[in-house]
Each structure stands twice: as C-alpha cells, then as structure tokens.
C-alpha cells in the first residue's frame, strides 16, 4: 500500500503564504495525476487544485491567482504554494493522488491523512 505523505500546514495570518508538501511513499504504480482537496467544518470536501503527469493543471476559482501547484518530473511530490491566505481558506487539505497499478484497468485514488490551515482575520 501506499501512504501519502503531507506536510506544511500550520496557522497564518490573513494575507500569508503557507507551502504545503506531498510524496509517495513507494512506488506502486503510475501516478497520472495528484493534487489537494480540501475540507471545511460544515462544508462538503472540495478539489483545490490537481496536475497531471502531462503537467497540466485545474483550480478551484475561487484560488485561481493565488495557489500555484507544482510537481517533480517523477509526479511522486507534489507541492501548493498558497499566497494572500484568506480567512475562508481554513480547512483540513488533503493530498490525493491517482494511481494506476501493473495490470489495472484505471488508476485508483488515494488520500493523505490531511494537514490543517487556519488563517486568523
């Protein structure tokens, strides 16, 4: 199994950056895409931001211009850079990853444990 691995989440002020981080554990397949998904108390669990191994991306709207996603050639790491943090922003984000195993016909969708950004107003 894999496990992803997240890091960078914390408490900031409105207006702040934070930069979070996320590998694979090991390599148990073909990664055709990750990125973040986020969830909000009282709130349905929402994409933010994916890559895919092509290096194309896709962004909520409401952080298009502010979050900025980047991945390593291999697409086993995966960062969010998050800048002009807003308060709305605080949420649990979750890694993701979709991965296609040696004889599978789709790729299967795996999730981090999840880090907290909080951003104080």
């Known amino acids: 199994q894999v496990r992803l691995v997240e890091s960078g989440g914390g408490l900031v002020q409105a207006g702040g950056s934070l930069r979070l981080s996320c590998a694979a554990s090991?390599?148990?397949?073909?990664?055709?895409?990750m990125g973040w998904y986020r969830e909000a108390p009282g709130k349905q669990r929402e994409l933010v931001a994916l890559i895919s191994s092509d290096g194309r991306t896709n962004y909520a709207d409401s952080v298009k211009g502010r979050f900025t996603i980047s991945g390593n050639s291999a697409l086993n790491t995966v960062y969010q850079r998050m800048n002009n943090l807003r308060p709305e922003d605080t949420a649990v984000y979750y890694c993701?990853?979709?991965?296609?195993?040696?004889?599978?016909?789709?790729?299967?969708?795996?999730w981090g444990q999840g880090t907290q950004v909080t951003v104080s107003s």
């Open positions: 090991r390599n148990i397949g073909s990664i055709s895409a």
């Open positions: 993701v990853a979709d991965i296609q195993r040696s004889g599978a016909r789709t790729p299967s969708r795996y």
